[in-house]
């Protein structure tokens, strides 16, 4: 097996059309190539980033088997394995599908126009610290395509920011900020058929910006059983979705435990779902 690790899968889709990676995009997967390695097996090799040419595998496999990633391997004289359509990838890594399944924070929803975001904005939920939101772009990865705004106070910075995202039509992902305390995941692999592997529940040290650090198998201590059955919960929705939505291959979600400004503990079982592979992925199911 030649692995693409193609992290930036999601600038591809969102844009759409012919890709090439920034060399920043790949920077960042060079210095995460220690942590990905997990995702090998003996005998496996890298295909992308990577200078050195394939010496012995025969097929080849994507982060997310986007057009670039597929031409890649096929560039490469690779067997491609059967993958869904870009459709398909776009649509359930876009954040919209992940909120239509389902919500656990009070007030989050997804708005299309600056007329919804107002509105919203204008609710001041009681779940959120000092009024703030975080909006979040419907294809971002690594933190990437965030903001955190005061509903109070929008500033010239941020209704350009908002302008912007909202001018592609794909909509923002809009939440209350809440204070995180604990962040997992849950990972697993669904097949065309529909059926479905499940790994263990994991941990993850998220930094300031939502960019991942590392990963790790959570523990029945840190975890409370009613969180792992949320967790799930969750996963098993999102692999059904998924498989009516034509996706089959691996996937994640995220989660987190958090506290409101009254002391009150919540739980959302799932922030974001990945229809990709992800950082967490092979500690998970492995």
């Not at 010239?156 to 604990?182: C, H, K, M, S």
């Amino acid at each position: 097996m030649a692995w693409v690790f193609n992290l930036d899968a999601e600038d591809e889709l969102s844009r759409g059309g012919p890709h090439t990676p920034t060399k920043v995009a790949q920077a960042r997967v060079e210095s995460l190539l220690p942590s990905l390695r997990a995702l090998l097996e003996p005998g496996d090799e890298l295909l992308w980033p990577s200078t050195e040419p394939v010496k012995s595998a025969r097929i080849g496999r994507a982060w997310c088997p986007t057009p670039w990633a597929c031409d890649q391997m096929r560039r490469a004289g690779l067997e491609i394995p059967p993958a869904p359509s870009p459709e398909v990838l776009r649509r359930v890594n876009h954040r919209k599908f992940a909120h239509d399944l389902g919500q656990a924070l009070p007030a989050a929803a997804f708005v299309t126009t600056e007329a919804e975001l107002l509105t919203l904005l204008a609710t001041k939920p009681a779940a959120s610290v000092e009024g703030n939101w975080l909006m979040k772009r419907p294809l971002g990865y690594a933190g990437r395509g965030r903001r955190k705004i005061a509903s109070a106070d929008l500033s010239a910075a941020d209704r350009t920011w908002i302008n912007g995202a909202l001018r592609t039509g794909d909509g923002l992902q809009v939440e209350p900020f809440v204070v995180r305390e604990l962040d997992c995941g849950l990972h697993g692999f669904v097949e065309a058929d529909g059926s479905l592997k499940l790994g263990e529940p994991t941990l993850s040290s998220i930094d300031a910006s939502g960019t991942w650090l590392f990963t790790e198998k959570a523990s029945p201590i840190t975890l409370l059983q009613a969180e792992r059955e949320a967790l799930t919960a969750a996963a098993t929705g999102s692999a059904q979705a998924l498989t009516a939505a034509g996706y089959f291959g691996p996937f994640g979600i995220d989660a987190f435990r958090w506290r409101d400004p009254q002391g009150e503990v919540g739980f959302q079982p799932r922030c974001e779902l990945n229809a990709r592979y992800s950082m967490g992925w092979a500690i998970g199911m492995n």
